[in-house]
C-alpha cells in the first residue's frame, strides 16, 4: 500500500482552540461546520467501503470539539485520526505534497540512520517530526491506529531552517538511496522557512508544521 505525504503550516493555538470543549465563537461555529461536513463526506466513502470502527468519523470530531477522546474499542483511533484530519484540513494553508512512500517509516527510519552516521543532530531526523505524533500536542489523551495510519507529525517552523541546512550540509556524502529525497525535504522545508519570514512580518501567527501521512 501506498502512503501519501503531505504537510501544511497551522498556528497550534488555532488548531487547540477547536478541540478544547466550552464555549465557541461564531466564526468558529462557521469552521466547526465545514469541519463537520468534511468529516460526514469521509464516513461517506467509509460507508460505500463497509468499513466500521466502531465510532463514525461525525462522532469522533464531536467528542474533539467537546474535549474529549475517550470512546473505547479497537479501531476507534481511526476514526479520532480521521476527525483531527478533519480539524486540520480546515484550519492553516494549504497542503503541500512531500511524496508518497511504500513503507515511509521504514524508509525514514534508514535515512535516520544514515543522516546520524554523517552527524545529524537526533533532533533534526526525519523521524523525529514526521512521526512525531501531533495528538500528544492535544490536553487530553487520543488513541492512536493501530496500524500506525494515518500519522500526523509536526515540526515547529521555527526548527525547519536547521533542519534543511543539516541535510543540505551532507547531501554529497549521502548514499544515493537517500540523497534525492534528502534534498527534496530541505528544499521543501527551506521555502516554507522563507515563507514563514514573509508572513511573521505581515502579523500572521502561524508556528507549526504538521504532516500528514495517509494510505
Not at 465545514?34 to 470502527?53: K, N, V
Not at 552527524?119 to 523521524?127: E, I, Q
Not at 534525492?180 to 519570514?197: F, N, P, R, T
Amino acid at each position: 500500500m501506498s502512503h501519501v505525504i503531505n504537510m501544511k503550516t497551522v498556528t497550534l493555538s488555532q488548531v487547540l482552540g477547536y478541540v478544547r470543549g466550552g464555549e465557541y465563537t461564531a466564526q468558529q461555529e462557521e469552521i466547526l461546520d465545514t469541519m463537520r461536513e468534511w468529516a460526514r463526506g469521509h464516513q461517506h466513502r467509509l460507508d460505500y467501503q463497509r468499513i466500521d470502527w466502531g465510532l463514525t468519523v461525525p462522532e469522533a470530531l464531536e467528542h474533539l470539539i467537546a474535549g474529549r477522546a475517550d470512546a473505547e474499542g479497537p479501531a476507534v483511533g481511526y476514526a479520532y485520526y480521521a476527525a483531527l484530519m478533519a480539524v486540520l484540513e480546515c484550519t492553516g494553508s494549504d497542503p503541500v505534497d512531500v511524496g508518497v512512500y511504500s513503507k515511509p517509516s521504514t524508509f525514514f527510519g534508514l535515512m535516520d540512520e544514515e543522516l546520524r552516521a554523517l552527524g545529524v543532530p537526533a533532533d533534526l531526523l526525519p523521524t523525529s517530526y514526521l512521526f512525531a505524533d501531533f495528538p500528544d500536542l492535544l490536553p487530553y489523551p487520543v488513541p492512536s491506529p493501530t496500524d500506525g495510519y494515518p500519522a500526523i507529525g509536526y515540526l515547529p517552523l521555527a526548527k525547519a531552517k536547521a533542519v534543511a541546512d543539516a541535510y543540505t550540509a551532507v547531501l554529497d556524502r549521502m548514499d544515493h538511496r537517500f540523497s534525492h529525497d534528502a534534498k527534496l525535504l530541505a528544499d521543501k522545508l527551506d521555502l516554507e522557512h522563507e515563507e514563514w519570514q514573509t508572513a511573521l512580518k505581515y502579523g500572521h501567527t502561524m508556528d507549526l508544521l504538521v504532516f500528514c501521512i495517509q494510505g
